[in-house]
């Protein structure tokens, strides 16, 4: 089992900045790909990006390409999302979540092991 736990969601302005952290815990999640979820209020849970735990190479959705950033700390079993110049379009609970599967990285069902999320709240 592998247990997730997201911190370091808030409340910040538009084109403000907040970075999640996601630990890692239990069995070892060498070789795991990393996912990182929204879901706003009413609609369905959307990927965001994806972050290889072995090489550390991320992959983006349109809407946070070039703003968002996804890394892995090794040494501390935590993959953040720096999210820069942020718009109220991107207020969601933000999950993380783990897969040894690196296929269809986009799809809820490819992932194994979910946090239980981090409120991000962007105000106008």
């Known amino acids: 089992q592998v247990q997730l736990v997201e911190t370091g969601g808030g409340l910040v302005q538009a084109g403000g900045s907040l970075r999640l952290s996601c630990t890692a815990s239990?069995?070892?999640?060498?070789?795991?790909?990393m996912g990182w979820f929204r879901q706003a209020p009413g609609k369905a849970r959307t990927f965001v990006s994806q972050?290889?735990?072995?090489?550390?190479?991320?992959y983006y959705a349109d809407a946070v390409k070039g703003r968002f950033t996804a890394a892995r700390d090794n040494a501390k079993n935590t993959v953040y999302l720096q999210m820069n110049s942020l718009k109220p379009e991107d207020t969601a609970v933000y999950y993380c979540?783990?897969?040894?599967?690196?296929?269809?990285?986009?799809?809820?069902?490819?992932?194994?092991?979910w946090g239980q999320g981090t409120q991000v709240t962007v105000s106008s």
């Open positions: 972050v290889t735990w072995s090489d550390g190479r991320a």
């Open positions: 979540a783990a897969t040894f599967n690196g296929q269809e990285f986009w799809r809820e069902s490819t992932y194994d092991y």
């Open positions: 239990g069995r070892s999640i060498s070789g795991y790909y």
